[in-house]
């Protein structure tokens, strides 16, 4: 018969136990803690001829500092990305600007080019985009851009850049540049359009968009027909108002004509008068102003303080499910 034998300590009490902040061992599986074992000893070993081996309380063992099994396991720390401050001035060259002033140039300098390629020097066709080059060059170009730039060409330096740089620049350069894109206009883009461009619209383009572009030619005839009344009205207001305001205008010019040698004469007369004008204003916007607050302590805070005394009185309802 296998006798046990009690441990050589006793169990220690719950009350003798103290927190500790020395990290504790991992726990592993199959294996018992040290109170664990003190309090349920383990069977001592038999070794075959009846006698029994008792096996040492881990309590009886010189105290040796306990070290965790395996090291805690630390959180990884996400590294977290710092944002990099934007200045405002990096922020407005962020910012990108509308579509419309981006697309400007370059219709710009397609309108250039076709005007240039299109229109004849003098003018005299009927295609809508050199009769408003014309008109542009009669109304604005020659009598007010060309006489600036005739007086800028009067000036040496100008003449300098003119004979040393701009000139040659332009027989160097541009002319060449003008000849090769001629060239290749006449050479590829004029048989790739005649013989394989305007083919596929005709035979194959149009015939799938015309039912569409029918039915928008009967939209549009719809909304002229509605529409030419009031644009009939329109007109015949412009061509009853027109004469008046020719008139008009040929008298401000003659007034403009008569005033501008006295402009700055009466400008300089009239000036004294409009600064006393002006201070005269602001004393008056000032006094009334501090009349207006004056009247405002008087009949308007008392009134307001009550109504906030009021509302300060009245007690809070809390609700009930809050």
């Not at 600007?97 to 003018?123: E, H, N, Q, W």
Request: glycine residues 2%; hydrophobic residues 35%.
């Amino acid at each position: 018969m296998v006798q046990t034998k009690k441990p050589a300590f006793p169990a220690p009490s719950m009350g003798s136990r103290s927190s500790s902040a020395q990290a504790l061992p991992t726990k592993k599986k199959g294996v018992k803690s040290n109170a664990q074992l003190a309090l349920y000893p383990p069977k001592p070993l038999s070794n075959g001829h009846g006698s029994t081996t008792p096996v040492p309380s881990p309590l009886s063992q010189p105290k040796v500092a306990s070290y965790p099994l395996t090291p805690p396991s630390k959180s990884p720390k996400k590294k977290t990305k710092s944002k990099k401050s934007i200045t405002p001035g990096e922020k407005a060259k962020a910012l990108p600007g509308s579509s419309f002033a981006r697309i400007f140039p370059y219709l710009l300098f397609v309108l250039t080019v076709y005007a240039a390629a299109v229109c004849p020097k003098d003018l005299t066709t009927s295609d809508p985009v050199c009769q408003a080059v014309s008109a542009w060059k009669a109304q604005v170009m020659e009598p007010y851009i060309m006489p600036h730039i005739v007086e800028m060409r009067q000036d040496p330096r100008i003449r300098y850049l003119e004979n040393r740089v701009i000139f040659p620049t332009y027989d160097a350069v541009v002319m060449p540049a003008y000849d090769g894109v001629h060239t290749v206009y006449d050479t590829i883009w004029s048989p790739f359009y005649d013989k394989t461009l305007l083919p596929f619209y005709d035979n194959t383009l149009h015939p799938k968009l015309r039912p569409y572009t029918t039915q928008a030619h009967v939209y549009v005839v719809r909304l002229r027909r509605a529409a030419y009344p009031y644009v009939k009205r329109v007109w015949s207001f412009y061509d009853a108002v027109l004469p008046y305001i020719e008139e008009a205008y040929a008298r401000l010019k003659t007034v403009y004509a008569y005033l501008e040698p006295h402009v700055i004469d009466i400008y300089h007369a009239v000036l004294p008068y409009i600064q006393d004008a002006y201070r005269s204003l602001m004393l008056l916007l000032q006094d009334a102003r501090d009349k207006a607050r004056g009247l405002r302590r008087v009949y308007v805070d008392p009134h307001v303080e009550k109504m906030l005394a009021k509302v300060n009185e009245r007690p809070v309802k809390v609700d009930a499910e809050m």
